[in-house]
């Protein structure tokens, strides 16, 4: 339910409408999938919630995650919410098979 919960959130990003509706779905599903892949990283490394959280809304991780063309600031807001969702996981759940499930709901997913 929860991660239904995150796609709903991340389906509602303002910056997409700018798109036409099915490239920007795909675009958003891309970015959010990124950075809960990349949460998950941070959490297997040993970071905590907050550090994680501050990390991937720093320019630094945008740079890593995105290279030089980085994300809308809008995403932010979202970053919070996906990083706890990854923290709430059982460590046994924390892999890439965790992003790889959260894209194909995203991308599943009819608003």
């Known amino acids: 339910m929860l991660i239904r919960f995150l796609v709903v959130m991340a389906l509602t990003i303002p910056a997409w409408p700018v ?3 099915e490239d920007a779905k795909a675009v ?3 970015i959010t999938t990124e950075i809960v892949r990349s949460a998950i990283a941070q959490r297997n490394g040993g970071d905590s919630v907050e550090g994680a959280t501050d990390f991937l809304m720093s320019d630094e991780a945008e740079f ?3 290279g030089d063309d980085g994300i809308d600031a ?3 807001q979202v ?4 990083v706890a969702w990854v923290y709430s996981l059982d460590e046994a759940l924390a892999t890439e098979d965790a992003a790889t499930a ?3 709901q995203c ?5």
């Open 19 to 21: 798109f036409a509706a």
């Open 74 to 76: 809008e995403y932010d």
């Open 107 to 111: 991308l599943d997913f009819e608003s």
């Open 64 to 66: 890593l995650m995105f």
């Open 28 to 30: 958003n599903c891309e």
């Open 79 to 82: 970053i919070p919410a996906l």
């Open 102 to 104: 959260f894209e194909a």
